[in-house]
């Protein structure tokens, strides 16, 4: 069964009507493996059953929405130390003037800067990292795009994300939070 939670939106419009949902995992999934479209088709005749936001939905909220720099969030996941998040990576952004003109490329220290901007919203960190280990950028990512960040933290100061979609691995890496030599 597909089920979602919903919040109004903060940026809607006076004249028009918006929700934002956060889908169940079977909807993420959905989204994840066959885009909006395949969510549209799913749902088109069904008779919808939304429920109250949640923890996780006013989470998502805290995250930053500078226009032109962060992706769109399609669904997302998690609690405690494990969130999934599908983000829409278009081509509007503004990270993609002139890289590279023609034939658009998502720079790897952006997706290094999404991970980092999402994980200290949903965890609560403070700051910068000190250090990125076992960094690594497989395949590039070319608009439009959907893809999916896993976020884990498997220590208190450490976040492991990796980015894929498309059946690809794109970027992974771990970031090292708290004071040096920590």
Not at 30 to 53: M, N, Q
Not at 63 to 75: K, W, Y
Not at 134 to 148: A, D, G, M, T, W
Request: proline letters at 5%; one cysteine or more; glycine letters at 10%.
């Amino acid at each position: 069964m597909l089920t979602a939670t919903y919040d109004s939106c903060s940026n809607a419009a006076a004249d028009s009507a918006c929700v934002d949902i956060v889908l169940s995992k079977e909807g993420h999934d959905l989204v994840r493996d066959g885009g909006i479209e395949a969510l549209d088709t799913e749902l088109r005749g069904r008779s919808c059953c939304i429920v109250p936001s949640t923890d996780f939905a006013k989470q998502l909220a805290r995250l930053p929405s500078a226009s032109g720099q962060m992706p769109r969030i399609l669904s997302g996941f998690g609690g405690d130390d494990r969130f999934s998040l599908l983000l829409e990576v278009s081509s509007e952004l503004s990270w993609f003037e002139g890289h590279f003109p023609g034939q658009p490329v998502l720079p790897g220290i952006i997706q290094l800067h999404w991970a980092n901007v999402i994980a200290t919203a949903l965890f609560e960190l403070d700051g910068l990292p000190h250090h990125i280990k076992r960094l690594k950028f497989s395949n590039v990512i070319v608009p439009p795009r959907i893809v999916e960040l896993v976020l884990e933290r498997p220590a208190a100061n450490e976040v492991q994300f990796r980015i894929h979609g498309a059946g690809l691995q794109n970027s992974q890496g771990r970031l090292v939070f708290g004071a040096s030599g920590s």
